[in-house]
């Protein structure tokens, strides 16, 4: 009975103490996970508002014979879950180009892509800290040969520096 008295007192008091989740007007970091090898992405979110932002990412790709280069735009809502926890969805678009070359056989093109975006983030209160987890559907748009098909799903974390 002590224990279901203290857990409600726990519960009570989360609820008394959560408090709206504002955006950060800035955030930098990484976006770490995996479309057709674009593990790395260097990410940057700029808050609009309380409840909206930009995020610009940069992927990289350099294995398997293919250099790749990617950048991503995206428009996002943001809904407080509790303390300090948010989830997201947005939408987006952007641009790439790759370069194949393996046993004498060379390629290069270009493609466009539209996004979607959705996800849930954790922010530290103790430091400016934000640990995220999301699922970026992309469609492609003449990936000239760089694609066997036109999506792509992308999940990865993140993990970014907030400042203001």
Same mark, same amino acid.
């Given at each position: 009975?002590?224990?279901?008295?203290?857990?409600? *007192?726990?519960?009570? /008091? &989360?609820?008394?103490?959560?408090?709206?989740?504002?955006?950060?007007?800035?955030? &930098?970091? *990484?976006?770490?996970?995996?479309?057709?090898?674009?593990g790395g992405? !260097?990410?940057?979110?700029?808050? +609009?508002?309380?409840? #909206?932002? &930009?995020?610009?990412?940069? /992927?990289?790709?350099?294995?398997?014979?293919? $250099?790749? *280069?990617?950048?991503?735009?995206?428009?996002?809502?943001?809904?407080?879950?509790? @303390?300090?926890?948010?989830?997201?969805?947005? !939408?987006?678009?952007?641009? /790439?180009?790759?370069?194949? #070359?393996? @046993?004498? %056989?060379? =390629? @290069?093109?270009?493609?466009?892509?539209?996004?979607?975006? !959705?996800? %849930?983030?954790?922010?530290?209160k103790e430091?400016? !800290?934000? +640990?995220? +987890? $999301? &699922?970026?559907?992309? +469609?492609?748009? =003449?990936?000239?040969?760089?694609?066997?098909? =036109?999506?792509?799903?992308? *999940?990865a974390l993140?993990?970014?520096?907030?400042?203001?």
């Open positions: 009975m002590k224990k279901i008295i203290l857990s409600a *007192l726990m519960v009570v /008091g &989360l609820f008394y103490n959560s408090q709206a989740q504002e955006i950060s007007k800035n955030a &930098l970091g *990484l976006r770490l996970g995996d479309n057709d090898g674009f992405e !260097i990410s940057y979110q700029r808050g +609009l508002s309380n409840n #909206n932002r &930009l995020e610009f990412d940069l /992927g990289w790709r350099n294995s398997n014979n293919v $250099d790749a *280069l990617k950048l991503a735009g995206l428009y996002q809502w943001v809904w407080n879950i509790d @303390n300090g926890f948010n989830w997201y969805a947005g !939408i987006g678009a952007g641009f /790439g180009s790759w370069n194949y #070359n393996y @046993n004498g %056989i060379k =390629n @290069n093109g270009s493609f466009l892509f539209a996004a979607g975006d !959705i996800g %849930i983030e954790y922010t530290f430091v400016p !800290i934000q +640990l995220s +987890l $999301d &699922l970026r559907p992309e +469609l492609y748009f =003449n990936s000239n040969g760089y694609r066997d098909n =036109n999506f792509g799903p992308d *999940l993140g993990i970014r520096y907030k400042f203001d």
